[in-house]
């Protein structure tokens, strides 16, 4: 049982929210804000955490939902940075997402 407001999850045979007395719903009815990789595709990819936490606040900025995928092995010993980080952004807001950056990256 999750609780559609606030998503807590809930041991069956409740059927309101201890926290917010909202009537809790089934696994099967919850619609909440669950992340289904399907859903998500990557937008850019580079190698500083820098700049996708700055890429990621300019989208953020523009109400579009970002997840950044940082695939950095800190047991690999190496010189350099030789992580790859991916920024994802809901499949929907892609072609927006894409734009904006591209925008920011445009050279003078």
């Known amino acids: 049982m999750i609780c559609p407001k606030c998503e807590y999850e809930y041991h069956r045979g409740m059927s309101v929210c201890p926290d917010c007395g909202e009537e ?11 992340v289904h990789p ?10 500083d955490s820098i700049e996708a936490n ?4 300019n989208l953020e900025g523009a ?7 940082n ?3 800190s047991s690999f010993p190496g010189v350099g940075d030789l992580s790859i980080i991916k920024i994802l952004t809901k499949r929907v807001d892609a072609e927006d997402a894409i734009a904006i950056i591209s925008d920011i990256n445009k050279e003078d």
């Open 54 to 57: 700055m890429l990621k606040s």
């Open 71 to 73: 695939q950095n092995d």
């Open 24 to 34: 809790l719903v089934t696994n099967k009815e919850f619609e909440g804000h669950l």
């Open 63 to 69: 109400e579009i939902e970002v997840l950044i995928l």
């Open 38 to 47: 399907k859903d998500w595709v990557i937008v850019y990819s580079c190698a």
